[in-house]
């Protein structure tokens, strides 16, 4: 069955630290592969996606990620965090019905706080 | 902003009672999707829409319908509530969600917040 793993559950960083958040999925198809943040009390944001191609991408807010096939790993990083990163960030995979995207099956969330 | 947007923000009900939540797509999308999200489910697929048919069932309880209209907004309706639906309902929306269409990304909605007492 298709799952999304986020080993952990909350993250601590100090203002101005590099961040790694990790993102590790099973499914049987080329996954399509997304990155989301949610701000308390907000949606869901999407930050980067991958669906083919360059196996390195670049998001907004500064953010990048890179698909690992042999891992099976799409992890989230920035080289330097900002008060304003506190938020629970989502990796999610896009189930690939014979190559169209379908529903998206989500991690369980990583807690972000950044401390000053 | 996404475009998406859901009403009402917060909704607050009884037990067995039954409610209605909305969604606008993002102009010109054509698939709609219903996410729930509880403390211990996490995000949970409810359903998808695409052009007003049925496409995907994820985990949806029978107490739980969807419907999407010709103008293209969702309603998701659920009723014989219990104190186990309080949670956030996320609409999503995206261009195609249809077989044969490349990959496609889904913009949420800011949700709507359930609470049954």
């Known amino acids: 069955a298709q799952s999304v793993t986020q080993p952990d559950i909350h993250i601590t960083v100090s203002e101005g630290a590099s961040l790694e958040l990790r993102c590790n999925y099973s499914y049987g198809a080329t996954p399509y592969l997304f990155w989301y943040v949610q701000s308390p009390g907000q949606g869901l944001q999407l930050l980067l996606k991958?669906?083919?191609?360059?196996?390195l991408v670049q998001g907004i807010k500064g953010f990048e990620a890179e698909f690992k096939r042999s891992q099976s790993s799409f992890n989230l990083r920035k080289p330097s965090v900002h008060w304003s990163d506190a938020a629970e960030y989502f990796c999610?995979?896009?189930?690939?019905?014979?190559?169209?995207?379908?529903?998206?099956?989500f991690g369980k969330g990583t807690k972000l706080s950044v401390k000053p | 902003d996404s475009g998406v947007t859901q009403t009402p923000k917060h909704l607050i009900t009884a037990t067995g009672q039954r409610v209605t939540l909305r969604c606008s797509p993002r102009?010109?999308?054509?698939?709609v999707y219903w996410y729930q999200q509880s403390l211990d489910q996490g995000l949970q697929f409810l359903i998808q829409?695409?052009?007003?048919?049925?496409?995907a069932k994820g985990n949806i309880l029978e107490r739980f319908s969807a419907q999407q209209f010709p103008d293209l907004h969702s309603e998701l309706n659920l009723s014989s509530l219990e104190l186990g639906d309080s949670a956030l309902y996320f609409c999503?929306?995206?261009?195609?969600?249809?077989?044969?269409?490349?990959?496609?990304?889904?913009?949420f909605g800011p949700g709507t917040r359930l609470t049954v007492l």
């Open positions: 829409y695409y052009n007003g048919e049925e496409r």
């Open positions: 999503a929306s995206s261009p195609r969600g249809l077989a044969g269409e490349i990959a496609d990304t889904q913009y």
């Open positions: 102009s010109g999308d054509l698939s």
């Open positions: 999610a995979v896009g189930l690939n019905y014979g190559g169209s995207q379908g529903n998206l099956i």
């Open positions: 991958y669906f083919s191609g360059d196996t």
